[in-house]
Every structure is written in structure tokens, then in C-alpha cells.
């Protein structure tokens, strides 16, 4: 890979699941491509890419995204408390990040610090999935 190829996929390797989502749009719109588009039904391993006797290699997944689904009325004191504690939000952003649910709360963190980040929601009253 050249140069230029290989500085881009290291700036997508940092940029959040919503920043990734609105780049696809920009390059749909500017190149006039369709990226939900199917190409051939999948991927075919490429020559010299059988894997270890032909069976598929899954990776383990290691970055996870922390979703806030719900947060009841009666325990939004709570759960705006728990957020702010977690991220770097003010009080007035905090209110504004559960108006409009489910939204991801983190994005690729840590098995650990997902599940952590999971079970002080669920102790607080919200719904939270990792996925």
C-alpha cells in the first residue's frame, strides 16, 4: 500500500462509529455509489488466503460500544449522574444525550470498561446493552 493509503486507514482507525457513518454518506453523495450495495455476495479469500485448512478465522472482537437504551423517568437523576461520571459531559449535555435513546453512551472501549460502564447504568435504572 502506498503512503497516502496507509495514513488514511490509520485516521479511520481512530474516528467514532457516527463520524465513520457520516463520512460513508459524504462519499455516497460525492462519488454517487450506494455502500450498502452487495458486491458479488461476499468475500472470497484471496489467493494464497485459505485460512488453516480451509475453515473461516474469527477474530475476537476487543473494541465493544456502550448503548444507553432507556432510562426511566424515576431514576433520571441517577443515570444523569452515572453519565457524567463516565464521560466528559456537563449537566445540560448529559440531559440532552437521553432525549433521544438508544444512542451509544461509549464507543470502542475495553470489554471491561464496557461491562463496568454497563453495570453502574443497570444500577442506576437505566437499560443498557454492549454490543
Known amino acids: ?7 488514511i486507514i490509520e485516521k479511520l482507525k481512530s474516528i467514532t462509529l457516527l463520524e465513520a457513518a457520516e463520512l460513508v454518506s459524504q ?14 455476495g461476499g468475500f472470497a479469500p484471496m489467493s494464497g488466503e485459505s485460512g488453516s485448512g480451509g475453515q473461516e478465522v474469527v477474530e475476537e472482537k476487543t473494541a465493544f460500544d456502550v448503548i444507553l437504551e432507556d432510562v426511566p423517568s424515576d431514576k433520571r437523576v441517577a443515570v444523569l449522574k452515572i453519565i457524567r461520571n463516565l464521560t466528559s459531559l456537563g449537566l445540560k449535555e448529559a440531559k440532552e444525550f437521553t432525549t433521544s435513546l438508544p444512542k451509544a453512551l ?3 472501549v475495553s470489554k471491561e470498561e464496557a461491562d463496568t460502564a454497563k453495570q453502574q447504568l443497570e444500577e442506576a435504572g437505566a437499560k443498557v446493552k454492549v454490543q
Open 1 to 7: 500500500m502506498s503512503t497516502t493509503t496507509n495514513e
Open 106 to 108: 461509549k464507543e470502542s
Open 27 to 40: 462519499i455516497e453523495d460525492t462519488f454517487g455509489v450506494d455502500a450498502s450495495a452487495s458486491v458479488g
